[in-house]
């Protein structure tokens, strides 16, 4: 699986404190193994919230929402609860 950062996720990681900064980092590189295995997802809060688009938690306040088309996740939002529903509204 190939990893896209577009330049809206970038801006947000790179705004966000050293520590989320490094768990963001962390739950991207986690990606492909919890595709690799399904029963995975449930431990980084993995789930699918439309045809292309998944969710992943980072954290209890943070989300990464990204569309996953073939082998390419293109990272698209890093955000907070509401960031994402407002979002996830604009689809």
Known sequence: MRILMTDPFLQSLNALPPQEKINALLVVSNLREA???????????????????????????????????NDLAELRLLGHHDEVQRYLRSL
Do not use: C, D, M, Y
């Open 35 to 69: 595709f690799k295995q399904p029963h995975a997802h449930s431990g980084i809060g993995l789930r699918k919230i439309g045809k292309h688009t998944w969710e992943v938690r980072v954290g209890l306040a943070l989300r990464i929402v990204f569309s996953l088309n």
